[in-house]
């Protein structure tokens, strides 16, 4: 195991886009997060990397990536606020309880105030405690629950 001084939080390169990839199959499974909304593949890697490179980074122990963040701008219409949106945070679970999920979303306010960001959001599913009072203790608020339905087309003609 590295110690939390080995570990260092850098931009994601293209070289990094197959671990950041594999780390997420393990923590956003089906299984795990039934309700995801989002779907993990290697589609969402590359995505952000391509759409917002400056705002995806990775915690690694030499070559090895143990967590990432990826996230991008959303700029709405007639309005003058600019927000900021985590959508992935992840660390390896051996790597976690370190501070290094905290240094990632470090990373990602840094560089969003930077960017001249007013507000960053994220989201994650009402069963998520850890999530839930990670985000709390960095001083996230303003919960606001919605509903999520689908439909599933196959289904919809029956």
């Known amino acids: 195991m590295a110690k939390k001084s080995r570990i260092q939080i850098r931009t994601m390169g293209i070289d990094d886009i197959s671990q950041v990839f594999h780390i997420g199959e393990k923590l956003f499974t089906a299984e795990q997060h039934p309700t995801l909304y989002r779907t993990w593949d290697e589609y969402e890697v590359t995505h952000f990397f391509n759409i917002e490179p400056d705002l995806c980074f990775v915690a690694c122990t030499g070559e090895k990536v143990v967590g990432f963040a990826l996230g991008n701008r959303i700029e709405k219409p007639q309005t003058a606020w600019n927000y900021g949106y985590l959508v992935w945070l992840g660390v390896l679970r ?57 439909l599933n087309m196959e289904m919809a003609d029956e």
């Open 94 to 150: 051996p790597y976690q309880k370190y501070g290094i999920a905290k240094r990632l979303l470090d990373a990602m306010t840094d560089k969003l105030k930077e960017m001249g960001i007013r507000i960053l959001i994220t989201d994650t599913q009402a069963d998520n405690k850890g999530a839930i009072d990670f985000f709390k203790k960095y001083g996230f608020g303003n919960t606001v629950k919605h509903v999520y339905m689908s």
